[in-house]
């Protein structure tokens, strides 16, 4: 996923590597978010912890609103980066509308107080049950991702007596050059409608009675690092929306994405203003420049706003490997585990250049060797010191699991000085309410 492989030794902590945008910052050598220290949150709520920026969160999202100021724009926060209710609700006070892949998605967004017309659904297997309870809710539009979709959710909004919003979701073939597992807008990929294939798709929807045409959408995947995946998508995407339109359907939107990424260990990705200020370049030279535009940013606004705190339970020499044991663990940062991705470890106290130490693999306590945190990590840690993993606020918590009945563990949002418990941490008991004897 990044220029960093597991087995590459990684550089010291230090003041320089905190990521920008992430409101953590070194104060007295305690490590603080925004204006608290992290150390007094984990004593008060125990580890593993994760903890929030409202502050970090808001200015990625404002960040996306201005790159798109002064358009007929909408940043539709995707909620499967993180979808705990009190974020959700600080995006839709915010302003923001919402990318949904699940009922469940759409549940959480209406309980955040989502105005539902705000609501895009993606996604290539939507239920009938969800599509009927969209339908029900009035959401904004449905990502179509294939023909049988669209005869289905038809059928389904004739029986209720109303129109369905839809966009075909269009797949660009364009390389983004990412991680393998992530790559959403090549060929072989389930996701979208082929290029080949779209132009008939939307000649196919105009014979749907109970469809609405409202525009277009495209999406390459996530933890994208450089603008010119994008471009080529849009001139892609620009060349079918004429095609389209020349046959005889208006699209009135474009919903355009490819998740930005975030700095994990050193990427430097463009901002939502560089990025946009030149894909929106493209779209006046082509004359698009009125049409509506819709964003699906999920990591780029909260990953970098986000930390996990974990614990060194106890510190393991090994033949060949050193091994420092953490109570934080796949199942609460499945990351590293799914993807072999890098995510910063540092101490909670700075470790000042010079401070002898140990390389250490970082791991958890699930029984399953790729249950690793961070490999070769240069740390000078003592069990009982508590750790932090940055960049944890997209894909850890909303992908956490219950493996080896774990319960999950708490969220903390820090708005300057005060602290506010978002999630309380699970008891074992909490995992098996629904479970029958
Ligand atoms: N819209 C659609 C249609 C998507 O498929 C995705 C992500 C997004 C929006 C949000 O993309 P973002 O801005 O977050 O990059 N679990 C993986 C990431 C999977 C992303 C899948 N789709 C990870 O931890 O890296």
Known sequence: MTAHHEDAPSPAPNAALLPAGSHLAWRGGQLHVDDVPLASLAREHGTPLFVY????????????????????????????????????????????????????????????????????????????????????AG???????????????????????????????????????????????????????????????YQHAATLPWLRVKGIDCHIGSQIT??????????RLLDLVEAIEADGTPLAHIDFGGGLGIDYAGE???????????????????????????????????????????????????????????????????RPALYQAWHRIVPLTEMLPGTPARVWDVVGPVCESGDWIGKNRPLAVQPGDVLAVLSAGAYCMSMASRYNSRPLPAEVLVDGSSTRLIRRREAPQDAWQHELP
């Open 53 to 136: 920026s409202q502050a970090a969160i808001l200015d990625a999202a404002r960040g996306w609103q201005e790159a798109l100021a002064g358009r007929d724009a909408l940043v539709c926060y995707a909620i499967k980066a993180n979808s705990s209710l009190a974020l959700l609700r600080l995006m839709a006070q915010a302003g923001c509308g919402f990318d949904i892949v699940s009922g469940g998605e759409l549940e959480r967004a209406l309980a955040a107080g989502a105005a539902p017309e705000r609501i895009v659904f993606s996604g290539v297997g939507k239920t009938r049950a969800e599509m009927r309870r969209a339908l029900e």
């Open 139 to 201: 959401i904004g539009c449905f990502n179509v991702e294939s023909l049988a979709e669209m005869d289905e959710l038809s059928a389904i909004a004739g029986e209720m007596g109303c129109t369905a919003p839809i966009s075909v979701r269009v797949n660009p073939d364009v390389d983004a050059r990412t991680h393998p597992y992530i790559s959403t807008g090549l060929k072989g990929n389930k996701f979208g409608i082929s290029h080949a294939e779209a132009r008939a798709a």
């Open 226 to 235: 450089e603008s010119a995946p994008y471009l080529e998508a849009l001139e």
């Open 268 to 334: 430097q990705p463009p901002a939502p203003a560089a990025l946009w200020g030149e894909l929106l370049a493209r779209l006046d030279a082509r004359g698009h420049g009125q049409r509506r535009i819709i964003v699906e940013p999920g990591r780029s606004i909260v990953g970098n706003a986000g930390v996990c705190l974990t614990s060194v339970l106890r510190l393991k020499e090994g033949e060949t490997r050193n091994f420092c044991i953490v109570d934080a663990a796949m199942n609460d940062l499945p």
